[in-house]
């Protein structure tokens, strides 16, 4: 009963000890941030049902987290965190990819019932408009970020209340990373530090694509950030990685400069992320000095 208010891991700690300290420590963590996509819109369409449709999702969400030795780290109405590496796994950054992806369809697959629930009704009559507005509401969507590195994670607080936290510019990247998704129009996006994990422990269930390399705002260096694409979806289109393979090279001509061959490639690649790097080069030229680095406006 307890580990439905309290973190796994805190649980068996408390259980183990007989009691609940105020501690922490720094810890080499993994962070998956999760957030719904167009939550005020399906928040002023639904009302007070937005709760229960909350609920429902998740339900499922946390039944993957837990499921890929995840722990929770918050809920914050539409958004969650989700902590690997505190419980006994052979690799967290693996762990956090397995449950993002299983995240991800899980959403689609209640999408989908959204969809033929829909298909049902109108065999007799068309929607209302009332109904239309309920119905785009419903179709849940979410993105997610993972990142990884020294955190903080610990319980703070007081006597009178405390509460299991982490704590680290990891953390806050994970958020951005998140973030990232709804403007290169990707279901994961995830770090370096996920890749370089994965990939050392010879994992090739997951073909990491660099996406774009970005300075978050208040910081001074570029991060390079990668979509982890499952070669084992069977949603995959056929020529996935024909279309990312030219996207690598229009990438790298972005990256020298020559933005006259980054956009012949990035209009033939047929990725929705070429789209942002054809708006933000337009007709132009690389300005002198250019670095490759796009630097986010917001945080």
Not at 57 to 64: G, L, P, T
Not at 202 to 216: A, H, M, P, R, W
């Amino acid at each position: 009963m307890c580990e439905k208010f309290a973190s796994r891991d805190v649980v068996a700690k408390a259980y183990n000890e007989h009691q609940i300290k105020l501690e922490g420590s720094q810890r080499n963590l993994v962070m998956l941030f999760s957030d719904i996509k167009s939550f005020t819109y399906r928040t002023e369409t639904l009302g007070n049902d937005i709760i229960d449709l909350l609920n429902v999702h998740y339900d499922k969400v946390i039944k993957k987290v837990h499921e890929n030795s995840g722990v929770i780290g918050s809920i914050i109405g539409d958004a969650i965190l989700a902590i690997y590496g505190t419980q006994q796994s052979e690799n967290k950054s693996l762990d956090a990819l397995t449950a993002a992806w299983e995240i991800t369809r899980v959403t689609a697959e209640l999408r989908s019932k959204m969809i033929a629930r829909r298909a049902e009704i109108e065999q007799s009559r068309t929607l209302t408009e009332a109904e239309e507005r309920i119905y785009k509401a419903v179709l849940i969507d979410i993105g997610v970020g993972i990142d990884g590195g020294t955190v903080f994670y610990g319980n703070i607080g007081s006597d009178e209340h405390m509460t299991n936290t982490v704590i680290g510019d990891n953390v806050n990247s994970a958020s951005r990373l998140e973030g990232l998704t709804r403007i290169y129009k990707l279901p994961v996006i995830v770090s370096g530090y996920v890749k370089n994990e994965v990939e050392q422990a010879g994992i090739t269930k997951y073909k990491f694509y660099e996406i774009d390399t970005v300075q978050v705002k208040g910081k001074t260096e570029g991060k390079k950030i990668y979509f982890p694409l499952d070669t084992e979806l069977d949603a995959n289109p056929e020529n996935i990685e024909e279309k990312f393979a030219i996207y690598e090279n229009a990438l790298k001509a972005y990256y020298t400069g020559d933005w006259e061959t980054a956009r012949t490639e990035f209009k033939k690649c047929k990725i929705e992320a070429a789209q942002v790097f054809l708006e933000r080069i337009g007709t132009g030229e690389a300005p002198k000095n250019w670095s490759g680095i796009w630097t986010m406006q917001t945080k």
